[in-house]
């Protein structure tokens, strides 16, 4: 038996978590022990998700809750130490670029406990996001790295990390996307908001360099109120973004604008997979498009998932609302052209098990 904890925290990982939950259910060698930090704690950003991906409870719960960068990292490593000390796991599993993960990487590996890290090698290069430093930190700490798209592989061997470290095994988020699809699309998402398949816009800003200048989240809403003049937008509103939106006192003038509720995965998936376009600054919705076929547009000066533009459907319109209306023109004009990238096959995460099973004596770094 070998026992396998994955950490999750936020909302990205759920996804992740529950690809990595069928394919490890497969492997009667396989015992995983589920920790939620709890960063992201509210229904619709937490427990409706477990739901959706049929992911059972969690083994521990942290409440770790909301906080500056530090408070977040800081409460969760000193909630995770003493879980870890009692499971003692032979792989420590973390997702993606949130808070748990770096948090979790720091423990784990001053525990000289295994660690593996999903979603390794993605680089914005842009270090004031806070996902760059925990994907950095994460990465140079991990023993087995997986990497989902090729572009993770090359920024991984620029650093000088050790090949025998590296395992190209695709995209676990894709794996859920592949298994949910069928129930997604028996979902009528957009006739209970209102608006007709294929015929709306599905947008997202939650990122802080969107939306923690009044200034610039102001003009990405205006820019959205353009948008929806020419159809109408869909725009389920992240908490912060609710918050910020409520300093601003904003209200859309106009009412093609909708902003709704946070949705569950598969009222989200279904509400992308039907839309003529979607404008985000999320990180997982380009990969989301890209395996839907969907043309997006990202609100953002660089993406750290460039498959996503090379065999996908995602352009960077770049951090300046006034940019947008080129690019939906562009968008509405033609299909873009596009093909799945290597290994988003749906089963990275049966790759991501056999690699744990077949790698536990692998020697730890630096030992
Ligand atoms: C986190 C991730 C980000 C990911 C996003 C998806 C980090 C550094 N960032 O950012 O990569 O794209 O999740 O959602 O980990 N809040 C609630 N209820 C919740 C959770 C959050 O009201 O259940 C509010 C709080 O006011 C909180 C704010 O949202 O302060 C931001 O939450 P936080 O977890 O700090 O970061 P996210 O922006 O969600």
Redo the contacts with the bound molecule.
Sequence with gaps: MMKVSSIV????NFTKLAALEFAFRKRPEIQHVIIHTG????EL??SRFFEDLEIREPDYQLNVG??S?AE?VGRTMMALEPVLAEERPDWVVVM?????TIATAVVAKKMSLRLAHVEAGLRSFNWAM??EI?RVVTDRLADLLFVSEPSGLDNLRAEAVEEERLRFVGNVMIDTLMRCLPIVERRDVAGHIGVSSGEYVTATI???SNTDSPERLRAWMLALEDVAARLPVVFPV???TR?KLGELRYEPRSAELRLIEPLGYLDMLALMKNARVVLTD??GMQEEATALGVACLTLRDETERPVTIQCGTNRLVGSNPDRLPVFLDEALRAPLKHRMPEKWDGKAAERIAEELLSCRALPLRGR
């Design positions: 925290g936020a909302r990205p960063q992201h704690y509210d950003m937490s909301s906080g960068q977040q993606g670029d949130v808070n748990a806070p996902e925990n939650h990122r802080p992240h908490p912060r918050e999320s990180g």
